[in-house]
């Protein structure tokens, strides 16, 4: 029986399909098949991810490791098959999709709307989105520091997480799936809230889901257009883009997703059973809150926004997005700003950190002190009988402090 962790995990509606959780076909041999390129003095970063992936099965995987402005690690692991029959190794620009590592390039986009006067962080959502609250005027009190700090009001442990509630909600507006933007914020918004907006945190999809279409009425732009023309292009990322929810929609460059679960497709009424990565969840409705497809060397390079002042973000803009909310420090001295987890380190800066998770898709990305920082995804997630997955960040951490010297060739213009 599945844990209620694990049934979370899993969704409602899904059920076990073991055959779609195979073993990656070099399992056998002593390691994964690598492209890209580990300096010697990184080589505990790759030890580490080979076990990792071999102990969990994992056939696709990245790593990309970086410290002060440069890329100094950017690794692939293991390879697939593709819709052509061919076999093709990850390579270290391989897009993944990486859930809810989405959420800091989000908060990014409102900050940025921010910083040009387009907005400001204490506006309240039902205005600037024109949401009724008559089914709880407490709606009205959410600004977009709550929205963005988890603190608007919505517990998906209470009433279900919208965004992955297709089926109730079709039934419940009568109309078919797929659903659409429109229809999760017309469900969700008939409903009272679970809380007071700013008494308490509690993670919520649907409130970045918000601020993607906060993003499109202030800007007059299509969220992906806006995330890439002001975030990424000044910083000459390209390769980033919304995923598709289908395998036959999938990009050229992209890997595979695997779980072992099915579920009925919520993308069109057919009522299918599908593989859950492809079909069991609405790509293009997580598109703010989960939606991106990166590669790792990606991730660290738009981490780099966040060292300092550029092209993109302004000092106090950055300040604002590590900022700690009104509730203060959690019990154990981290708090959640803006698309990021955030907590003091022993050098007299901050740690800031995320993970993301979604059916054939686990992501994890960390600025750590000295400027290092470090990103693994992978292209399944922890599910029942596997070992957890969670463990990717003490085992980068420990990799991290192992390394004696750091080597000084940045990879950046390979890769950019």
Same mark, same amino acid.
């Given at each position: ?7 979370? @995990?899993?969704?409602?509606? $899904? ?46 995987? @990245? ?12 690794? =692939? ?13 990850? @390579? ?23 910083? !040009? ?8 959502? $039902? ?21 963005? @700090?988890?603190?608007?009001?919505? !517990? ?94 999938? *990009? ?51 981490? *780099? ?22 509730? =203060? ?32 898709? *686990? ?46 060739? !940045? ?6």
């Amino acid at each position: 029986m599945l844990s209620r962790r694990r049934l979370l @995990q899993a969704g409602a509606g $899904a059920v076990p399909a073991i055959a779609l959780g195979t073993s990656p076909a070099w399992a056998e041999s002593a390691e994964p098949p690598t492209t890209g390129v580990v300096p010697t003095s990184l080589a505990g970063f790759d030890k580490a991810l080979k076990a990792y992936i071999k102990e969990r099965d994992i056939s696709c995987a @990245q790593l990309a490791v970086a410290k002060n402005g440069k890329i100094l690690l950017a690794r =692939g692991y293991g390879s697939y098959t593709r819709a052509d029959g061919s076999t093709a190794k990850v @390579q270290p620009t391989s897009l993944f999709r990486i859930a809810s590592l989405s959420k800091s390039l989000t908060a990014a986009a409102i900050v940025r709307l921010a910083q !040009d006067g387009e907005l400001s962080l204490g506006d309240k959502v $039902a205005d600037l989105l024109d949401l009724p609250t008559e089914a709880d005027p407490r709606l009205a009190n959410v600004t977009l520091w709550r929205l963005l @700090q988890h603190t608007g009001g919505w !517990d998906r442990g209470v009433t279900t997480d919208p965004l992955w509630n297709d089926t109730t909600i079709a039934a419940s507006l009568d109309v078919p799936l797929p659903i659409d933007h429109a229809d999760i914020m017309k469900y969700t918004t008939a409903k009272k809230l679970d809380f007071a907006p700013g008494s308490k945190y509690v993670y919520s999809n649907y409130g970045y889901m918000l601020a993607g279409r906060l993003v499109e009425r202030v800007s007059g732009l299509p969220y992906e257009t806006y995330v890439r023309r002001k975030l990424l292009a000044p910083v000459e990322i390209e390769r980033m883009r919304l995923g598709r929810s289908l395998r036959s929609e999938a *990009f050229s460059s992209e890997v595979p997703y695997e779980s072992k679960y099915t579920r009925k497709s919520v993308v069109n009424p057919s009522g299918d059973t599908v593989p859950y990565p492809y079909g069991g969840f609405n790509m293009p409705n997580q598109d703010a809150n989960g939606g991106w497809l990166a590669s790792a060397v990606d991730l660290v390079k738009w981490g *780099f926004v966040f060292d300092g002042a550029g092209p993109v973000l302004t000092s106090k803009s950055i300040s604002r997005i590590f900022a700690k909310p009104e509730l =203060g420090e959690n019990s154990g001295g981290s708090w959640y700003g803006l698309g990021w987890h955030v907590r003091k380190n022993n050098a007299g800066g901050l740690n800031t950190w995320h993970n993301g998770s979604m059916p054939g898709t *686990f992501s994890f990305f960390a600025r750590i002190q000295h400027g290092v920082s470090y990103c693994a995804i992978f292209n399944r997630r922890e599910e029942e009988g596997s070992p957890d997955f969670d463990g990717i960040d003490p085992l980068l951490g420990r990799a991290s402090g192992a390394v004696k010297t750091w080597p000084t060739t !940045d990879l950046t213009p390979k890769y950019f």
